[in-house]
């Protein structure tokens, strides 16, 4: 009888080892593979996977598979979903923390915005995600935030009055939005596109790389580079997922996310760099020297709310990272 025992003891640990080995676990963000969000999700599942020797492996939902990003971020809080590859634009729903940096023009630059995202500023926000279930293993990118539209060239805030412009699900943004005279129209990115194409709205805001890889020069005519937000992101996991980790696995994980962060940005900066000449031979028409001041002038009175929302002190704090 004993020598039934052993051999069945070892196939039934060769498969706890091999079930172990099929973790797959579910990430998911809102645009192509080839975008910013897959560039950035595909180094993380690599290094992840390498670092883990295998045991824990990545399975892709690109271009809103998995719903929204509002509904992706709930999907992770509550276990459903393993990551995702976020905008931090529905993220404040979940941690109203978080909002303080989607405030318009606020960063100077991505050197600025990195540093205060990477500083004890994006440290404390990571920590509030946590406290309400959701472990940011990094903040990846989106990018500054450009508009465009399908009547007019906006080159000073004024030119953008009236225009019904597709906005994320976020209060500081509409409000921000609405000094400008835009008319916000929330609506959740996986329908913008067909919006757009049927005239339901007249333009959206998004970074280039989201301009690129979403083909918005097919339904929109004009750019502008108002640059009028940053846009961070982040790679969430699900607390079902990091308190199963051993110490080793945690730390993978993080290392995983910085690489990925890395990865993206980089992303962020070469569609930055190539991505206007791309969108011009695609068609569309762009303003490069728009008139900030305008814009900053039209925004003057939000910042009164933000600072009675946030605490002047708060944003005063990240306007001094140099």
């Known amino acids: 009888m004993k020598t039934w025992i052993k051999p069945l003891a070892m196939a039934a640990l060769l498969c706890a080892a091999g079930a172990q080995a099929q973790t ?53 809080q509550l276990g459903t979903q393993d990551l995702v590859n976020t905008s931090t634009g529905p993220l404040g729903n979940f941690v109203p923390e978080v909002k303080i940096v989607d405030i318009p023009f606020l960063f100077r630059d991505y050197d600025h915005a990195r540093k205060v995202m990477d500083g004890p500023i994006g440290e404390d926000l990571r920590k509030k995600m946590e406290a309400k279930g959701l472990i940011n293993l990094a903040w990846t990118e989106n990018g500054f935030r450009h508009m465009t539209n399908s009547k007019r060239a906006i080159v000073q805030a004024s ?11 976020n209060k500081v943004h509409m409000d921000g939005y609405k000094t400008f005279g835009i008319l916000p129209t929330p609506m959740p990115f996986p329908e913008l596109f067909t ?32 640059g009028h937000v940053y ?36 992303k962020v900066n070469d569609d930055e760099d190539n991505g206007i000449a791309q969108l011009e031979k695609e068609g569309m028409q762009v303003v490069k020297q728009v008139n900030g001041e305008s814009f900053r002038k039209a925004v003057a009175p939000a910042y009164q709310q933000y600072a009675k929302e946030f605490g002047a002190d708060k944003i005063a704090a990240i306007q001094a990272v140099k």
């Open 24 to 76: 797959v676990l579910k990430i998911g963000y809102a645009t192509s593979p080839t975008s910013h969000y897959g560039v950035g999700s595909t180094v993380f599942c690599e290094e992840m996977e390498k670092g883990t020797q295998g045991r824990y492996k990545c399975q892709q939902f690109p271009n809103s598979a998995l719903g929204g990003e509002r509904e992706q971020i709930e999907a992770v």
């Open 159 to 169: 030119d953008a009055g009236g225009l019904k412009m597709r906005t994320m699900e």
């Open 195 to 226: 919006a757009l194409q049927q005239g339901t709205v007249d333009g959206q805001e998004n970074p280039i790389p989201v301009i690129l890889s979403s083909k918005f020069s097919q339904v929109q005519k004009h750019l502008s580079l108002t």
């Open 231 to 266: 846009s961070p992101a982040a790679l969430i996991l699900s607390p079902a997922v990091w308190n199963k980790l051993s110490a080793a696995d945690k730390q993978v994980f993080l290392e995983a996310g910085k690489k990925a962060a890395a990865a993206q940005r980089k």
